[in-house]
């Protein structure tokens, strides 16, 4: 293989799968590991969610004939993070290693992950954007959302890695236990509040090719997509790197931007429009999906209720048409500026470079849209703007300190720092 390990490395691994309705895979999971790992001593936990078609049976069986096959059948606590906590605190191993039981993590890359570790790294993750690494046969709206996911990790997390959102990771087992008590486990990428909340020196990123799926379905889905939106606001706040309002106006425009794209998508595909029209009316049916979460969420403690609905709505059309004119004026500029270049004369309504465009305008209106719908919009005295670092929220599941009522957040008298 090529990897140079001290003999006392080779008989410390537990790699943990997380296992839902994935029987047709785990015999496949077990030979491939068992083929990654000839000259070492291992374990391979299956930690599975009671599953429907019975894997944790399938297992079971597998366990029965390999001893070095263990399986936590999971009857409740269900959720993917919950089961590499209870998978990492259950290991026999001084070295854990997460990957999917679907084989989409290539198995083979494991030695070169534990030589890292051996070698000084806090914690190895198995990237996809590193250089050599790939994201496979994907289709370009999954790129396009995987990158969106990942932009949105490192910016509000402050994380500099290629590919925070890998759930193909290795780590020592002590250093999960040291933050085990304050792990929430909610999110489907567990990885994320592992780094927040344990702060490792070193990290290393080993490249990998996502690989296809072998057999059965994916678990990506629109709840999956909220939790991760949720997980990532309640680590930003840990971070305390941004305020918690400007969080969930980011968020919710996030969420703005897969609407816009999609309603756009479908505009251009089902009508003959040119693409600064599909951009203006795409971005009309972001506008009202923002207006609601941004009620709802980010300004909860102004919403506007009854009949204030309607004005509180023409309110924000009015603000943010600032937003939108910058919206589609860049997006105009961005399509004659690319389609000077030699390369660039194609059709502006083709999907592809459409959304390229549509997307760097989305960008470009965002900040002001924040400005003017906090300050009209959602008015409100100088105070109720105002975070104190002190008081966000520790994510500790055993030990949650109260967050301080939206809009009284901080009495600028305390002499707490305030964030924003």
């Known amino acids: 293989m090529g990897i140079s390990l001290p003999a006392e490395w080779r008989m410390k691994l537990s790699v943990i799968a997380p296992t839902f309705n994935e029987r047709e895979n785990i015999r496949a999971l077990v030979e491939q590991v068992q083929d990654a790992l000839p000259d070492m001593l291992y374990e391979i936990i299956i930690a599975d969610d009671d599953s429907p078609d019975l894997t944790w049976q399938m297992a079971q069986e597998i366990s029965a004939r390999d001893p070095k096959v263990r399986v936590l059948r999971r009857t409740r606590n269900h959720g993917l993070g919950r089961a590499v906590m ?31 570790l051996a070698r000084g790294a806090d914690v190895v993750i198995g990237s996809r954007y590193a250089t050599g690494g790939s994201t496979g046969d994907w289709n370009w709206f999954r790129r396009l959302g995987s990158r969106l996911a990942t932009m949105m990790a490192r910016i509000l997390l402050g994380v500099k890695l290629t590919d925070p959102m890998s759930g193909y990771f290795m780590m020592r087992r002590n250093d999960f236990l040291r933050v085990h008590p304050s792990l929430k486990g909610e999110g489907f990428k567990i990885l994320l509040e592992v780094l927040v909340k344990l702060r490792p ?67 251009l595909k089902l009508t003959d429009w040119r693409g600064w029209v599909a951009s203006v009316v795409a971005s009309l049916i972001a506008n009202l999906n923002n207006y609601g979460l941004n009620n709802v969420w980010t300004f909860s403690d102004r919403a506007h209720r009854g009949f204030g609905l309607i004005k509180g709505y023409v309110s924000y059309l009015l603000m943010s048409t600032v937003g939108l004119g910058i919206t589609t004026a860049s997006y105009i500029g961005l399509a004659w500026t690319v389609a000077q270049f030699p390369l660039g004369k194609v059709d502006w309504n083709r999907l592809g470079i459409a959304l390229f465009c549509q ?46 009522k939206a809009g009284f957040d901080c009495d600028p008298s305390s002499g707490q720092r305030p964030l924003l």
Not at 233 to 241: H, K, S, V
Request: hydrophobic residues 45%; proline residues 5%.
């Open 201 to 267: 020196g070193a990290i290393e990123e080993v490249p990998y090719r996502f690989r296809r799926r072998l057999n059965g379905a994916s678990k990506l889905s629109s709840k999956v997509v909220f939790q991760y939106v949720r997980q990532l606001w309640e680590l930003a706040q840990l971070r305390q790197l941004l305020p918690a309002r400007f969080i969930r106006f980011v968020l919710v425009g996030c969420t703005g931007i897969v609407v816009n794209l999609a309603a756009m998508a479908l505009l």
């Open 359 to 404: 997307f760097l305008a989305i960008a470009l209106g965002t900040f002001s849209n924040y400005i003017l719908n906090k300050g009209v919009t959602w008015p409100g005295p100088a105070r109720n703007d105002v975070h104190c670092a002190e008081n966000l929220p520790f994510l500790n599941s055993g030990n949650t300190q109260t967050v301080a």
């Open 86 to 116: 209870e998978g990492f605190t259950a290991a026999a191993g001084d070295i854990v290693a997460c990957m999917d039981a679907d084989l989409q993590h290539d198995p083979s890359v494991l030695p070169k992950m534990l030589e890292k």
